[in-house]
């Protein structure tokens, strides 16, 4: 970018792109589309990257890029992941080395070896919490993900096949002072495959020292350390960083390489002595005509077909894919290598899918549903059936939590009625699933997006202690005198509870003339029940249109809490 555009970009950057493009005034030294590009960019930045607006030398993609990129929340989000898994594995390789070293004969007296080695595997663990090793991103794109991943690491290898983000990339990764990166301008397979060699290598030759040293060890000394220890020790453990320093720390650490290979090993020789921690790896969600896609197998590359070449490379995986995927069917379809899945949402919207892959087999998978500053986790058997029953037979709750569903009709055979506070007559309570709707619906509940797209909301009557209005609605309701603080979602004060006949309508919606409707298993669109109810959209009142047990059609009034 020359000079004259970069300033034209700085001193219009608060201005309407649109608006620019017809009155700038054209000169040789101004690249007008590129400092468009940048305004744009900037802009967008501002609040989805405001850590990247904030820094004056960053370069900004087209415009369509910056649609598509992650935010800086989704971003620092998979950051802390990938930190906690590698972290988390790190702390029981050192629990698991202290307490093989504590059964060994003769090391400590008076029954303090258990305690001695439980100390040190601690003190490595605090000591190597900073230093985790080394991360790669082999679909390195724009580099948001990589440019916060790549910051809890002690090295981080960034891989992109197309030349000119390779060369954005490694002028970005400058500018926001990540000197400790490697830009590596190749294909991820061809990429992939040296790195199975190098952990494959790293594993023989730990089991090669192991096998040398007890054979020449006496009857008297204790057996050699485990292949994990001597990995360790070499540094050459797949939890680990380079053999060889790629450049000195002092020189310039973001250093793009040659044209990819064409039939060699390629010239991103850093990888050849490199054991990967991590692997991050976001497929292109885009067929060979540019058109979407959102199965796994139709994106570029394909994941599955690529899970044990991945998972040979390095012990753990992060997976980004489309929040559009049945996230059971591709736990599923990756044959028990997940440990770990995140729902991600920010602002109600679900954003993104992440699996986290690691080389056992997995007995159970953890779920976290996110949105913002809400967080719900549980755990679930790895071969669950899916739907809601899959998550009943899995939750970590009560044991006697196995209450068989109740019908939703009373012991006459009529649909049981709806409780109403509205000063009207109450009628008897229903039950639904586990357990009855409450006399006086006080309160109701929305998951936010996350947890919708999770469906474990026998999970969230369980642990909220709500009930859900009515099958396959997903809103949940209580009768509580005060509403629930730290419920995931959104909450609602219930004024109006009413049936779609004229008479209960006119007297539920009298003296309204604006509301925000939503409707949930009703038989009417929202728009087609707005023109039914003859309300304008807007205001400060909810309506809520659902169905209860037994095809009973309701409407509840509310307000936002």
């Known amino acids: 970018m020359s000079p004259e555009t970069a300033r034209f970009a700085a001193e219009h950057r608060n201005e309407d792109v649109r608006e620019l493009a017809l009155k700038a005034k054209r000169t040789d030294e101004l690249d007008l589309p590129m400092a468009l590009d940048q ?6 930045a501002r609040t989805k990257l405001p850590q990247w607006a904030a820094c004056e030398d960053i370069i900004y993609p087209p415009h369509i890029s910056m649609e598509q990129c992650s935010s800086e929340f989704t971003a620092q989000y998979k950051a802390e992941v990938a930190r906690r898994v590698v972290q988390d594995s790190e702390c029981r390789r050192c629990v698991d080395n202290a307490n093989a070293a504590a059964r060994e004969p003769g090391e400590a007296a008076g029954g303090n070896a258990s305690d001695d080695a439980a100390d040190n595997g601690v003190d490595r663990v605090q000591q190597e919490a900073a230093c985790p090793g080394t991360m790669i991103d082999l679909t390195g794109g724009f580099g948001v993900d990589f440019s916060y991943i790549a910051r809890g690491f002690e090295r981080a290898i960034y891989v992109e096949r197309q030349k000119h983000l390779c060369e954005l990339a490694e002028h970005n990764m400058r500018a926001l002072g990540l000197e400790h990166v490697m830009i590596v301008n190749d294909d991820a397979e061809t990429v992939l495959g040296e ?25 008297s000394q204790p057996a050699a350390d485990s292949p994990t220890a001597i990995e360790d020790r070499l540094c050459l453990r797949s939890v680990g960083s380079t053999v ?32 990967a921690a991590l692997i991050f790896i976001d497929p292109a969600r885009r067929d060979a005509h540019g058109g979407r896609t959102v199965a796994i197998e139709d994106c570029t590359p394909n994941v599955l077909a690529l899970r044990d070449r991945l998972l040979a490379a390095a012990p753990h995986v992060m997976i980004k894919l489309s929040p559009m995927l049945d996230w059971r069917k591709a736990v599923a379809d990756f044959r028990g290598a997940v440990g770990e899945v995140h729902i991600v949402s920010t602002g109600n919207e679900c954003k993104e899918l992440l699996l986290v892959l690691n080389r056992e087999t997995n007995t159970t998978v953890h779920v976290c549903c996110v949105n913002d500053g809400d967080r719900l986790d549980y755990v679930i058997p790895g071969d669950f059936a899916v739907g809601d029953a899959g998550f009943e037979s899995g939750l970590s709750l009560r044991k006697d939590f196995s209450t068989p569903l109740r019908s939703a009709r009373n012991d006459t055979g009529k649909v049981a ?12 309570s229903r039950s639904l699933g586990r357990t009855p709707l409450p006399e ?5 509940y929305e998951p936010n997006a996350s947890i919708m797209k999770a469906g474990c909301f026998a999970l969230v009557e369980e642990r909220y202690g709500v009930t859900q209005i009515g099958p396959n609605s997903h809103l949940f309701v209580s009768g509580e005198a005060r509403p629930i603080a730290d419920f995931p979602g959104r909450a609602f004060a219930v004024e109006t509870v009413t049936g779609m006949g004229k008479k209960e309508l006119k007297q539920a919606l009298a003296n309204l003339a604006k509301a925000n409707i939503a409707v949930r298993n009703f038989p ?4 087609q029940l707005r023109k039914k109810l003859r309300l304008n959209d807007g205001g400060d009142t909810y309506l809520f249109a659902t169905t209860l047990a ?12």
């Open 39 to 44: 305004i744009a960019g900037w802009q967008t």
């Open 417 to 428: 009625g709806f409780a109403r506070n509205d000063g009207g007559k109450a009628v008897s």
């Open 244 to 275: 060889v320093e790629p450049s000195p720390r002092n020189a310039v650490g973001v250093s793009l390489t040659a044209q990819p290979s064409r039939g060699g090993r390629g010239s991103a020789s850093i990888l050849d002595k490199t054991a």
């Open 524 to 527: 009417l669109t929202a728009v």
């Open 440 to 444: 006086t619906i006080t309160y109701l």
């Open 550 to 561: 037994g095809a009973k059609h309701v409407i509840l009034r509310c307000r936002r809490l």
């Open 195 to 219: 790195l199975a060699t190098v952990a494959s290598a790293s594993a023989q030759l730990a089991g090669m020292i192991v096998d040398v040293a007890n054979r020449r060890r006496s009857p």
